[in-house]
């Protein structure tokens, strides 16, 4: 990351010096835990616009995935300072990502409920998108069959997949999920409790029982079905996209 002028901002030696330092220290655990700090000083908002500035000035495409950018802009979107409203419309009015679609379908909600950091909303936006991308069939019955998941296009598949990476710190979405299967060969009773959707012989319950913030396990969310057995989750984890 290079230089985004903290100096002109603030005088050395301020109780801001070590969290400018995180930011600038490469280190993206470090980077993480700073932001919310600065977010809740005027002058650290200043700060992480001028840093948004200099990450990415224009949207970010599927195969750009950046979870420090997609943090920093849910906390300016929390922020009630002009600048930081001014910013987000004016640089990213629809969002850090670019959605394409093969089939035509709006993921944009998505991105605003992550925005939003309202995981349950996009949870189930992600669930009602992936219905329209089976059709009309599946979009009126509410969920999917197994079968319908193999004809989802690719590219709808990343861009999904890439909305939550960038707005989980890279905890959640498909490719992840995908990632900690394959970590535990594959085996789905081992599968389960790493991402807390079962514990013992108790399935965790949606949506009382699931964790809709950041303190969830890596790999939570989405739950893409979670009630309707294995197959769903197979023909996702088994898909091109992920190739």
Same mark, same amino acid.
């Given at each position: 990351?290079?230089?985004?002028?903290?100096?002109?901002?603030?005088?050395?030696?301020?109780?801001?010096?070590?969290?400018?330092?995180?930011?600038?220290?490469?280190?993206?655990?470090?980077? /993480? &835990?700073? +932001? *919310?700090?600065?977010?809740?000083? $005027?002058?650290?908002? =200043?700060?992480?616009?001028?840093? @948004?500035? !200099?990450?990415?000035?224009?949207?970010?495409?599927?195969?750009?995935?950046?979870?420090?950018?997609?943090?920093?802009?849910?906390?300016?979107?929390?922020?009630?300072?002009?600048?930081?409203?001014?910013?987000?419309?004016?640089?990213?009015?629809?969002? /850090? &990502?670019? +959605? *394409?679609?093969?089939?035509?379908? $709006?993921?944009?909600? =998505?991105?605003?409920?992550?925005? @939003?950091? !309202?995981?349950?909303?996009?949870?189930?936006?992600?669930?009602?998108?992936?219905?329209?991308?089976?059709?009309?069939?599946?979009?009126?019955?509410?969920?999917?069959?197994?079968?319908?998941?193999?004809?989802?296009?690719?590219?709808?598949?990343?861009?999904?997949?890439? +909305?939550?990476?960038?707005?989980?710190?890279?905890?959640?979405?498909?490719?992840?999920?995908?990632?900690?299967?394959?970590?535990?060969?594959?085996?789905?009773?081992?599968?389960?409790?790493?991402?807390?959707?079962?514990?013992?012989?108790?399935?965790?319950?949606?949506?009382?029982?699931?964790?809709?913030?950041?303190?969830?396990?890596?790999?939570?969310?989405?739950?893409?079905n979670q009630l309707r057995?294995?197959?769903?989750?197979?023909?996702l984890m088994n898909h091109?996209?992920?190739?």
């Open positions: 990351m290079s230089d985004f002028s903290a100096s002109a901002v603030i005088e050395p030696s301020t109780p801001l010096d070590s969290l400018v330092a995180a930011l600038q220290s490469g280190n993206l655990k470090k980077q /993480l &835990v700073a +932001l *919310p700090e600065l977010a809740a000083i $005027d002058d650290g908002v =200043i700060l992480l616009i001028d840093l @948004a500035k !200099d990450r990415s000035p224009q949207p970010l495409t599927i195969d750009t995935i950046d979870p420090l950018l997609g943090r920093l802009c849910q906390l300016l979107a929390r922020s009630p300072l002009p600048q930081a409203r001014n910013f987000l419309e004016g640089y990213y009015p629809d969002g /850090l &990502v670019e +959605l *394409p679609s093969d089939c035509k379908v $709006d993921y944009q909600p =998505i991105q605003a409920a992550l925005i @939003a950091e !309202d995981f349950d909303g996009a949870d189930r936006l992600t669930i009602q998108k992936l219905c329209e991308l089976a059709g009309p069939e599946a979009a009126k019955r509410k969920w999917l069959y197994f079968t319908e998941v193999g004809r989802f296009p690719t590219v709808d598949l990343q861009a999904i997949d890439a +909305l939550w990476r960038t707005y989980s710190e890279e905890k959640f979405g498909f490719s992840i999920q995908r990632e900690i299967w394959l970590g535990v060969g594959r085996d789905w009773e081992k599968f389960w409790p790493k991402i807390n959707w079962k514990q013992g012989n108790h399935w965790t319950r949606w949506p009382g029982e699931f964790t809709w913030n950041l303190t969830a396990p890596r790999g939570h969310l989405p739950t893409t057995g294995v197959r769903v989750m197979n023909a091109p996209a992920w190739s």
